[in-house]
Each structure stands twice: as C-alpha cells, then as structure tokens.
C-alpha cells in the first residue's frame, strides 16, 4: 500500500469516528476541537472496531507517523498528523512522541503546543479577528487572514464587563467560554481604570506542581465539570500601562511580570517551562481545594526571578513627524494599540546586546478590527494573546 493511500484511509477513518461522536454526546465537541488544533482525546474503540490499523507492527507504525508528521508541515495539510493521532491509544502515543514542540520544531499541533514556548528563531505569526457585536476576540493561524476564511482558528476570548473589572474568559473553542467546560484555559482581569491586568491559568504554572496534583491521566477524556465546583485559577502574569498624565504623544508604555517564566530562560543555556499534557484530575479535586489555596499554591513554585517585559523604544521620524517602530511589514495602520515588547534586562546580567533587542512579542493593527500578532520564545500563544488583549481594554488615563 502507498504512502498516499495509507494518508487517504486515515482521513475516511477519521471521518467514520467523527461521525459516531456526532451521534452521542460529544458531538458539539469533536467539532469545535477539530476546529483550533485539538485532535480528539475520545476513549479507544475495542480491537474489534479497530479495524486493520489497531495491530500494526510497531515500527511500521513509527515509520508511517513520522513520514506524515514530516511531510504535512503546514495547515490544514497538517490535520493528517491528527488523523494519526485520532486512530486509538496506541497511535495516540506514538503521535505524541514523534511531534515535537513549537520551540523545537516551529509548528503547532495538539492543543497543549499553545501553552508551551514558541520557536527561539523566527517567531509565530497569527493574527486575530474582533467581534464588536458580541465582544469576541478570535486568534488564527497564518499571516493575514485568507479569502475563503479557512483559517485555523488556535484560542478565543470573550469580553465581560462587570462593575468594577473587565474579564476576558479564554477558551480553545469560540462558542463556549464556561468556566466549568473542558475547552476553558483561563482569563485575563483588569482593575477599574483597565491599566492593571491579572492573567490568570487554569493549570498549574509547573510540570512539579502537575505531578503531585495530577495524576496518569488526559484532560480531554473527562466529562464536563460541574458549573457549581470552583475552577482553580492560578495568577502567572501582571501586565501593567503607565498613566499618562501630560497627555504627551506617543505609544502606550506598559511592563509584562511573566512570574510563570524565569529570567534564566533568555540566557544562554536557560530553559522556559514547556508542559507535555493537560493535567486532568486537579481540577476534581477543586471542590476540596479553595481558589485561595490555589492560588498560594501557585506562587510557591514561581522562580525567584522572573521575566520582565517592556516596549521596545521607538524612534521619532522628522518627515513623517510621529513615533515608528520597524515591524518588517506586519503592521500597516497607525494606533495606540500598536507595540513591540522586549526583555528588561539588568546591566548586571550580561545579556548580549543583540538579545536584548530581540522582539519576544510584537502587535498592531492591519484593518478594521484585524490586528497581527507575532510571538516567540520563552512566550507561548497563550500568553501572548492575554498580553494583546489587554491592549483592547479602554485606557483613558494611558492615552
């Protein structure tokens, strides 16, 4: 059998097991998992529903995967790799050791890559789509969005107003922004005036503190948790804009504490924290664990020193009187809500100048209400995306 025919029958099988979940339950969430990188965490047919794939020798196996995985390196090409992982556990398992990781590899495929770092070399470029008839921030992968609007859709945030705070709730699906649904991620809090923001993540912010509350076991394959049991939110992020009380001209200034990621992580030999799954029984156990507890849970495994981000200084140009930054094209419409952040970095630190200059996550606009963001290591897609939104936020003191 071909190459191409093995790719060919894969896809037939994924859409015969897509079309068993549409009849039960978990049909609404095989499509909107379908939809932002997510292949299915569904329980393993039995052997006999298997069909021939089930008893594949294992290097075989191996071989087929990492020929698709190789071959299908951009999207939607890439849901083949998908397929693969969508067969039964024992492929599954073999996926997830074959695709590495966007630090590694540049390429996002399961769900868990948007929480983990982007590449070191060349960032991710995604661009995202606002809904002001519903509040809706949608982030998609690619460059610009494309004419048929098949874009891969990675993360979602909804705006909520309340009286004293603003919360934009942040989920892998556009259509479910519960908190107690499996698809939640997180949210971003801002104080009254919008200049003070709180990211907040649903997991914890280390592998350690997901081994002792977490046991052997996948997010995906547990049923939807109970809207009256708390979900664990543990702060990883203070972003903060600096007022502008002289109403000078300029770009908005705003500081990045990123307490989930160490300063180490941008020097040489540094590592940033990179998840391998989402933990699944924490949040059972939420209902014996108060969001207080959880929360000074999550500071206890912060690192001593934490990564800082700040704007990158831009520069003023005579002829066309008023501040630049070079964004290399990706930006082409004037705004207060365009930036570029760097690392703060210590002269103390010895950190190469080239580094320092380094774009860790830029963000501007390019149309009405379509604006491109580019991220890169140690930041991952999700927490560069709760650092754009927050520039959503009306900020009259900042402007």
Not at 42 to 55: I, M
Not at 223 to 228: A, D, L, N
Request: net charge positive; hydrophobic share 35%.
């Amino acid at each position: 059998m071909s190459f191409k025919s093995i790719v060919r029958e894969l896809r037939e099988m994924k859409d015969g097991i897509g079309n068993k979940s549409r009849r039960g339950v978990e049909g609404r969430n095989w499509r909107d998992r379908a939809r932002s990188h997510i292949a299915p965490d569904v329980a393993p047919l039995e052997p006999s529903e298997q069909g021939q794939w089930a008893n594949i020798p294992p290097e075989l196996l191996l071989d087929i995967i990492r020929r698709v995985e190789e071959s299908e390196t951009t999207w939607p090409a890439r849901t083949a790799v998908l397929f693969c992982a969508s067969v039964c556990k024992s492929w599954r398992e073999v996926t997830k050791e074959i695709v590495r990781t966007p630090e590694e590899c540049g390429r996002l495929t399961f769900p868990i890559s948007l929480k983990q770092p982007g590449p070191r070399e060349s960032p991710i470029h995604c661009f995202i789509k606002r809904s002001r008839d519903n509040s809706v921030y949608r982030l998609y992968f690619g460059l610009t969005p494309s004419e048929d609007e098949s874009d891969k859709l990675m993360l979602a945030a909804r705006r909520i107003r309340r009286a004293t705070s603003t919360d934009f709730v942040i989920s892998l699906v556009a259509d479910d922004f519960s908190r107690a649904s499996n698809t939640y991620l997180g949210k971003l809090r801002s104080n009254f005036l919008g200049t003070k923001f709180i990211l907040y993540d649903s997991q914890p912010p280390s592998d350690a503190s997901i081994q002792e509350r977490s046991q052997h076991s996948r997010r995906f394959r547990a049923k939807q948790v109970s809207p009256t049991v708390p979900v664990c939110n543990y702060s990883i992020a203070n972003i903060s804009y600096e007022l502008n009380v002289l109403r000078t001209r300029g770009p908005r200034r705003m500081h990045c504490a990123m307490h989930s990621i160490p300063f180490s992580s941008i020097q040489e030999g540094g590592t940033a924290p990179t998840p391998t799954s989402f933990p699944q029984s924490f949040r059972e156990k939420a209902s014996l664990t108060s969001l207080s507890d959880a929360k000074e849970t999550a500071n206890d495994v912060f690192p001593r020193e934490s990564l800082v981000l700040k704007n990158k200084a831009p520069r003023w140009h005579e002829q066309l009187q008023c501040w630049c930054l070079n964004f290399k094209g990706r930006v082409t419409v004037a705004s207060v809500k365009n930036f570029q952040l760097v690392a703060a970095v210590d002269p103390s630190h010895n950190i190469p100048a080239e580094e320092q200059e380094k774009v860790i996550i830029q963000f501007g606009k390019i149309g009405k209400d379509i604006f491109t963001m580019d991220y890169r290591y140690p930041l991952t897609a999700f927490q560069a995306f709760a650092i754009c939104l927050s520039s959503f936020d009306t900020k009259p003191v900042c402007e």
